[in-house]
């Protein structure tokens, strides 16, 4: 007797599509913090076109930040929302992507005024690195330590990461060590000619001969600094890249948290997606009143603090305060690991991303000679900072887990360098 065919196999069930869940009123469904916005952007219209905020920098200032603080959140809500509907891998491009536009605006807008403000853009990338890998993750070691006596995190990701910002660091000291090498006759004759080749000149000539062989020797090492800084900012580009496809397509399932593996949208995705157009234009627009109340700040030598203290806790502050508080929030909740993901992502986000392309935008906006072209020239305070605040990350976040003494630890040393700023001339 022949054997029936076998059914038909019921087809595979077709994937749902994404649908938002509202469950609340759009407002209601609005960060609290984006009421600054509300409050902050009329006041910095008003000072900008009654010409108020020119003769009173510290309200344009003061406003400003806070409006930034607002337009934040909303950017930050607006990519999560329409993350849910993009998927895991275009989701966690985007999040990648605008999680720190912020900075990325303030800065550009600062390069537009020129080479005098570069210090300070140099100093707010110090500041975004430190921020986000001392008081935002000691921070949050700190509020859920309290709560829960261990929290645990991948450790795949942790040396990943730790190890990415031991190359940056290493890579953003060169283009200081060259300038050290300039400043310093014979460390290095072939940029530099010792001090005793300098006077050999000859018919009594030795102090012109001296001062011409030393300032162009200062040139050609002037154009080192701007190779070896297009050179490394480059090869961060490049490396960013790279870690995109190492946490978002090869490891993902090591480093991708689950926290919001079955979360529903609250907004349509073009809602979603308007929202984030308009707090992007938003944020532009005060960026650059921000940008000029620092420059008016500095022309009228009002502000009584230095630059580096401006760029690495002021600036930076700013732009990173609404993401730091969502990973501070979420360790409460025992969500460590995704606490962890925020703040080092953005770390590096700052440090692979933003730090090149502010670099190369410069070269665009100002030109590529020497004194043209903003180099990744830190300080020697910047670069022991960042030194120190890898070395101690690295020490605690070795083995996966976190409680609210490492926190400490990490904030004393935020505190300590906010203060080497502060004191600084």
């Known amino acids: 007797?022949?054997?029936?065919?076998?059914?038909?196999?019921?087809?595979?069930?077709?994937?749902?599509?994404?649908?938002?869940?509202?469950?609340?009123p759009f407002w209601k469904t609005l960060p609290k913090i984006a009421a600054l916005l509300a409050l902050g952007l009329p006041a910095v219209l008003f000072l900008q076109f009654s010409g108020v905020g020119d003769d009173a920098p510290g309200w344009l200032f003061v406003a400003a930040a806070l409006a930034i603080l607002g337009t934040?959140?909303?950017?930050?809500?607006?990519?999560?929302?329409?993350?849910?509907?993009?998927?895991?891998?275009?989701?966690?491009?985007?999040?990648?992507?605008?999680?720190?536009?912020?900075?990325?605006?303030?800065?550009?807008?600062?390069?537009?005024?020129?080479?005098?403000?570069?210090?300070?853009?140099?100093?707010?990338?110090?500041?975004?690195?430190?921020?986000?890998?001392?008081?935002?993750?000691g921070a949050a070691m700190v509020y859920?330590?309290?709560?829960?006596?261990?929290?645990?995190?991948?450790?795949?990701?942790?040396?990943?990461?730790?190890?990415?910002?031991?190359?940056?660091?290493?890579?953003?000291s060169v283009p200081a060590l060259v300038h050290l090498v300039a400043e310093l006759p014979g460390l290095d004759p072939t940029l530099v000619p010792a001090a005793e080749e300098l006077v050999e000149a000859g018919a009594g000539e030795e102090g012109p001969s001296r001062v011409e062989r030393l300032a162009e020797a200062k040139t050609i090492a002037a154009e080192y600094t701007d190779e070896v800084t297009l050179a490394g900012a480059g090869i961060l580009l490049g490396l960013y890249v790279l870690m995109l496809i190492f946490s978002l397509r090869t490891h993902r399932f090591l480093l991708r948290s689950d926290e919001a593996e079955h979360e529903a949208p609250e907004w349509s995705v073009k809602t979603a997606a308007a929202v984030l157009l308009g707090a992007t234009l938003c944020v532009a627009y005060l960026s650059e009143a921000f940008v000029h109340a620092i420059d008016l700040f500095r022309e009228s030598g009002t502000l009584d603090i230095s630059e580096l203290f401006l760029g690495v806790v002021v600036v930076?502050?700013?732009?990173?305060?609404?993401?730091?508080?969502?990973?501070?929030?979420?360790?409460?909740?025992?969500?460590?690991?995704?606490?962890?993901q925020i703040a080092m992502g953005s770390s590096l986000q700052v440090a692979l991303l933003v730090a090149p392309v502010l670099v190369f935008a410069s070269g665009f906006m100002n030109g590529w000679g020497p004194g043209e072209l903003m180099t990744l020239e830190f300080s020697l305070f910047e670069l022991l900072s960042l030194a120190a605040a890898v070395l101690v990350a690295g020490n605690a976040l070795s083995d996966g887990e976190s409680n609210w003494l490492e926190g400490a630890m990490f904030l004393a040393m935020y505190v300590f360098f906010a203060l080497v700023f502060w004191f600084h001339p």
């Open 1 to 24: 007797m022949a054997k029936s065919a076998p059914p038909p196999a019921a087809p595979a069930p077709k994937k749902k599509p994404v649908v938002p869940h509202r469950t609340r």
């Open 72 to 137: 934040v959140t909303l950017i930050g809500k607006a990519t999560e929302e329409v993350a849910l509907y993009a998927g895991p891998l275009w989701g966690g491009l985007l999040n990648a992507t605008f999680g720190n536009v912020t900075e990325l605006i303030i800065a550009v807008f600062a390069l537009s005024e020129g080479p005098k403000l570069y210090p300070v853009v140099r100093a707010s990338i110090t500041g975004s690195i430190l921020g986000n890998l001392l008081l935002v993750l």
């Open 144 to 172: 859920g330590g309290t709560k829960y006596t261990t929290q645990k995190f991948s450790r795949t990701g942790a040396h990943a990461n730790v190890g990415m910002l031991w190359v940056t660091v290493l890579i953003l």
């Open 316 to 340: 930076a502050v700013v732009g990173n305060a609404a993401e730091g508080l969502v990973a501070v929030w979420v360790a409460r909740e025992n969500k460590m690991e995704l606490s962890f």
